[in-house]
């Protein structure tokens, strides 16, 4: 995945394989979990989902309850291979496979819904957000969740006067996440809260997102 200060290519051996013991301890996990699965029911069951970076499948419990067909690629075998031990029995009817989001291996309009978290805001660097982005929106038919930043006070309103060097975090108003998912042929329906810093004006949101 990215290259330049990405926190992905270090997703690999022991880290991979104590990723969600760490995570799982850290208070926003369980509200992400819930306002996912919040999103989730807001949309049709049985439903072809790619979700990417797969990580250790924290999702698939949920995508499997709603029927829904479950595809995972994640640029680290050792998160797979984390994935399927961490999930057991709930892995068996997942497809998985090591990639790159920022060059997909799927068709256009491939999945009913694309599922991006903890990545796209903190793990790669602009251009690869934006280069993930957009293959999100063309792989998707009509939904993708993907959690975002934003900053109430100072944002920027155009992605194009962040740097190119660091990734997203916060960096946008909502204006400018509006603007920049527009761009990317992808319409905001509805976002969800999921980490707030008052002292910083910065906040974390799962995005529900729809084909424009």
Known sequence: MGKVGAKGDSYYGKVAANYQKRRAKQGWWAVEQDEMKAL???LPEGLSVLDVPFGTGRFVPFYNARGDKV???DASADMLAAAEEEL??????????????MDLPYP?????????CRFIRDIIIKPDALKALAEFARVTRKHAIIQL???????ADDVAALSDTI???????????EEM????????????????????????YHFLLEKA
């Open 181 to 204: 998912l527009k761009g990317l042929g992808l319409k905001i329906v509805e976002k969800r809260l999921v980490k707030d810093d008052p002292e910083d004006a910065s906040h974390v």
């Open 40 to 42: 989730l029911d807001t």
């Open 88 to 101: 057991g029995d709930q892995f068996q009817g997942c497809k998985t496979t090591v990639g790159s989001a």
């Open 149 to 155: 930043g934003e900053h109430s006070t100072g944002g």
């Open 167 to 177: 990734p997203l975090h916060s960096q946008l108003s909502s204006k400018g996440n």
């Open 108 to 116: 256009d309009d491939s999945f009913d819904l694309v599922s991006s």
């Open 71 to 73: 595809i995972g690629l």
